[in-house]
């Protein structure tokens, strides 16, 4: 009987800890989603670079437009956006827009040099695109450092930030976007760039390598209002 009990009471120990790890991250997820929340539109100016082994693409100035709950719009000189599709305009406002997920504790690891407290959010709409978010969070100024996302439909994704003018809106002031270029689904309008003398076994490994965009953001206009025709037009 003696021993029942300590079998008993071990277990439910393991069961609180588990549930209070799981209440903590919870509240911290909520605590980013709050900061996040204070922000109802922006537009930005900003400068991308893309790093793509088989699209060849100069530094464009481009702005970006996002406003609640999900419209997010980058406009690029040209009028070209060579992202991936589904790409950045699954930003840091979108990732937790809902309470709709269940978060998990995953330990600690460091991002350029910062502390984070590592949680993984798993959507508990089935039919949801995103199957994991992984975020690399600060717990002393709730930003999200990293996040590493699996969706059905585009592959795996990495978004890493970081941050200085616009931090208290949880703004960055840089983003950078890693991809599998073989994973995504390219916009309309965008071709393949190889070299005549390209092999179709180069353009596969090509193809296979890791793609990475950058955006440097100069300004925000934060708050002041984007009508819904900019999320309209083509």
């Known amino acids: 009987m003696e021993y029942s009990l300590k079998i008993f009471f071990a277990l439910f120990l393991v069961h609180c800890s588990v549930f209070t790890y799981a209440q903590d991250v919870t509240d911290l997820v ?10 109802n539109d922006y537009s930005a100016i900003g400068v991308l ?12 100035k481009v702005v970006v437009y996002y406003k609640k709950p999900n419209h997010f719009r980058l406009v690029k000189n040209g009028g070209i956006s ?3 599709k589904g790409g950045l305009s699954i930003n840091m406002n979108t990732v937790i827009s809902t309470n709709n997920f269940t978060a998990l504790d995953a330990g600690y690891d460091t991002i350029d ?10 959507p508990n709409d089935e039919n949801s695109d995103v199957v994991l978010s992984t975020l690399y969070i600060d717990e002393i100024n709730l ?14 994704y990495e978004l890493t930030m970081s941050y200085k003018k616009y931090m208290d809106y949880a703004l960055p002031d840089k983003v ?12 309309k309008g965008i071709t393949l760039d190889f070299d005549e003398n390209t092999s179709p076994d180069e353009m596969n490994k090509l193809k296979n390598k890791k793609g990475k965009v950058e955006i440097d953001y100069s300004s925000y206009n934060i708050n002041r209002g984007v009508d819904d025709a900019v999320f309209n037009k083509n």
């Open 30 to 39: 909520n605590k980013v989603k709050a900061k996040l929340d204070k922000v």
């Open 49 to 60: 670079k893309t790093d793509v082994a088989f699209i060849k693409a100069p530094l464009s």
């Open 82 to 84: 060579v992202l991936p």
């Open 113 to 122: 040099r910062v502390r984070t407290k590592v949680v993984k959010l798993l």
């Open 143 to 156: 930003l999200i450092r990293k996040a590493v996302t699996t969706t059905r439909e585009n592959g795996t």
């Open 176 to 187: 950078i976007f890693g991809f599998n270029a073989k994973d995504y689904k390219l916009p």
